[in-house]
C-alpha cells in the first residue's frame, strides 16, 4: 500500500509563501521512480494540475497560473516532494494534492497519476 501524505497547508497572507511538502510510503514503492506531481481542487469546479518533477532529470512543467512563481522539487533520499509558491494570491486558495505516476510520456496527464493523497488545505487571505 502506497502512501502520500501532505503537509504544511494553511492560512497564508496575499504576497506571502507556501511550502507544501509530500511524503511517501510504501512497501514497495521506489520514490525515485515516480513523476511527482501537486494538483489543486477548490470545491465545485475540477481538478487543476499545478506542477510535476520527472524522476530521472528532474524536468519540471507548471501550470500557467502558476508559472515564475512556483519551484517543485524533491529529494529521493527522503522520500518527499516539495511545492514552493511565492506572490499567493486569493485564487491560490485550493485544497492542494500531491500524486505519483509512473507514466513514461512526458508529462503524465492526470488520469495517468496512480496514487493520491488526501490533500491539504490552503488559503490565502486578501
Known amino acids: 500500500q502506497v502512501h502520500l501524505v501532505e503537509s504544511g497547508g494553511g492560512l497564508v497572507q496575499a504576497g506571502g509563501s507556501l511550502r507544501l511538502s509530500c511524503a511517501a510510503s510504501?512497501?514497495?514503492?521506489?520514490?525515485?521512480?515516480?513523476?511527482m506531481g501537486w494538483f489543486r481542487q477548490v470545491p465545485g469546479k475540477e481538478r487543476e494540475f499545478v506542477a510535476a518533477i520527472n524522476w530521472s532529470d528532474d524536468r519540471t512543467d507548471y501550470a500557467d497560473s502558476v508559472k515564475g512563481r512556483s519551484t517543485i522539487s524533491r529529494d529521493n533520499a527522503k522520500n518527499t516532494a516539495y511545492l514552493e509558491v511565492n506572490s499567493v494570491k486569493p485564487e491560490d486558495t485550493a485544497v492542494y494534492s500531491c500524486a505519483a505516476s509512473l507514466y513514461s510520456r512526458w508529462p503524465p496527464a492526470t488520469q495517468f497519476y496512480k496514487y493520491w493523497g488526501q490533500g491539504t488545505q490552503v488559503s490565502v487571505s486578501s
Open positions: 510504501g512497501g514497495t514503492f521506489t520514490f525515485d521512480s515516480y513523476v
